[in-house]
Every structure is written in structure tokens, then in C-alpha cells.
């Protein structure tokens, strides 16, 4: 199986900064990724798949990028409304697994 | 519109199968590259991918759970259904069923299911 590791696990951030996450798979994946955001309580909510491509509806300061096994997600000027649980997910071969999460709250 | 719903017991004892049913509408899972999941969420955990089946009945499993699971759909009822057996204390968890457009990211999810396993 393909492994997905997230850094950090979690962080602080304020109004305004520019926040990235960074997922990695254990072997290369070929833009095989999504992003997902999820809100305590709510359903996680697709943010972006193979690696970049923006889900409809979703604001365009987030952003992914990345190749091979290194993906990275950004956020460029979070809003209070991106305080969440990030997880990124691969699909490019065998169980579709996650990332264990990447938690992003108010400093 | 697209909508999900997933139904089953919230409780079940030790050692018993559980069977969830995900019904939804707006779509056919006989549409080509369209695929569906279940994902499951212990509380204050991580999710957790379980399996997957496309509009080809092609099947996948979680490594670690695949002797317990069993995925299966019903084209004319809309509906897809997971079966784990002899669950445990520590499969408590909400379970999702999931929609994958085009066998990619998940776009559309289940409002979930809370399933405790207890004596």
C-alpha cells in the first residue's frame, strides 16, 4: 500500500498569513492527489484533485502543487473560515488512502 | 442534485457484522469511470479510506481490513452496501459513503453514520 504522511501535524496561523502543507506519499503517485478540508462536526469537503486542479465552487487562495511523491497545499491569505482539518489522499493505485491530517488553528 | 444518504444500525455488538446501505440519487453508478467509497471517522480521529467499487463492479479494499469487508452495488435500487464483520470496540467510528465523479477526489459525501461497538 501507498503510505501518506502530512507536515506538520498541525499549526498556528493568523488572519491574513500564508500557510502550506505538505504531503507525501511513499512511493511517486503522478498527480494522483486530492485535498480535503474538513470543519469539527462537518463532512470533508473536496478542495482540489490531481494535485491542482481546483474543485468547483472552491476559493482561489488555495493551491496545490507538487510531483513524484512531494505534494504541497497552500493557502494564501487564510480567512477565519479556513480554520480546519487538512487531509490529503491518494488515488493513483490500490487502497485509496490518507493522509493523517494536518490541523490548522487560530494563534 | 446529488445526494448520498447512509443508513444502518448505530449500534451493534462485538463480533457481529455490521451492513450499511448508501442510498443516492442524481446519479448512476453505471455511468462510466463513475465509482463510489466508504470511508469511516473514529471520533477525534482521522479518516480512513475502506473501499471503493466502480461502475465496472471492480472492487478494492482497505489492506488491513479486506477480510472483513465487502462491498456490492444495486444499480436498479441506487444503492451501494458494505458488510465488515466481527466488529470490535475499536471500529467505532461515523461512516461515510462517498461519491467519486471520476474515480478521482471524492466530490460528493454522506452526511455520515455514527456506529458504536458495544456489549
Known amino acids: 500500500d501507498i503510505q501518506m504522511t502530512q507536515s506538520p501535524s498541525s499549526l498556528s496561523a493568523s488572519v491574513g498569513d500564508r500557510v502550506t502543507i505538505t504531503c507525501r506519499a511513499s512511493q511517486g503517485i503522478s498527480n494522483s492527489l486530492a485535498w480535503y478540508q474538513q470543519k469539527p462536526g462537518k463532512v470533508p469537503k473536496l478542495l482540489l484533485y490531481?494535485?491542482?486542479r481546483l474543485e468547483s465552487g472552491v476559493p482561489s487562495r488555495f493551491s496545490g502543487s507538487g510531483s513524484g511523491t512531494d505534494y504541497t497545499l497552500t493557502i494564501s491569505g487564510l480567512q477565519p473560515e479556513d480554520f480546519a482539518t487538512y487531509y490529503c489522499q491518494q488515488y493513483y493505485t490500490g487502497p485509496r488512502t490518507f493522509g493523517p491530517g494536518t490541523k490548522v488553528d487560530i494563534k | 442534485q446529488v445526494t448520498l444518504r447512509e443508513s444502518g444500525p448505530a449500534l451493534v455488538k462485538p463480533t457481529q457484522t455490521l451492513t450499511l446501505t448508501c442510498t443516492f440519487s442524481?446519479?448512476?453508478?453505471?455511468?462510466?469511470?463513475?465509482?463510489m467509497s466508504w470511508i469511516r471517522q473514529p471520533p477525534g480521529k482521522a479518516l480512513e479510506w475502506l473501499a471503493l467499487i466502480n461502475w465496472d463492479d471492480d472492487k478494492y479494499y482497505s489492506t488491513s481490513l479486506r477480510t472483513r469487508l465487502t462491498i456490492s452495488k444495486d444499480i436498479s435500487k441506487n444503492q451501494v452496501v458494505l458488510t465488515m464483520t466481527n466488529m470490535d470496540p475499536i471500529d467505532t467510528a461515523t461512516y461515510y459513503c462517498?461519491?467519486?465523479?471520476?474515480?478521482?477526489?471524492?466530490?460528493?459525501w454522506g452526511q455520515g453514520t455514527m456506529v458504536t461497538v458495544s456489549s
Open positions: 442524481g446519479f448512476s453508478l453505471s455511468t462510466s469511470e463513475m465509482c
Open positions: 462517498a461519491r467519486l465523479r471520476t474515480c478521482d477526489g471524492i466530490d460528493i
Open positions: 490531481a494535485a491542482s
